[in-house]
């Protein structure tokens, strides 16, 4: 992101591009747990350690769903509240305003 910005890339762009690629990432590991749990059972692990690697897969699956919705739910709630309050940056989602710089 420092060099990018002292290229020239305006700091939102910057910034966004940081952010993408670190939750792709960890899409990307979290996909990797996912896969390797069915061999991680067949080993015959149970118990604590199981559960604990089971509870916090799903706990990062519904983060990076959050996450990725929520954008977009910021920018319904800036229509509904459009003339009310000051929300001109909430219209664009945060992806496609990266995109778009």
Do not use: C, E, N
């Not at 692990?45 to 897969?57: D, M, N, P, R, Y």
């Not at 920018?75 to 940056?89: D, E, N, P, S, Y």
């Amino acid at each position: 992101m420092w060099y990018a910005r002292r290229a020239g890339v305006p700091l939102g762009t910057a910034v966004g591009t940081v952010v993408v690629d670190r939750v792709l990432a960890l899409l990307g590991l979290l996909l990797l747990v996912i896969l390797g749990l069915p061999y991680l059972f067949s080993l015959q692990v149970t118990g604590v350690l199981a559960t604990v690697i089971s509870i916090s897969s799903i706990l990062v699956a519904s983060g990076v769903a959050v996450f990725l919705s929520a954008d977009h739910m910021m920018a319904r709630i800036a229509t509904l509240l459009k003339g009310r309050v000051r929300t001109a940056f909430l219209h664009r989602p945060f992806l496609i305003r990266v995109k778009a710089d």
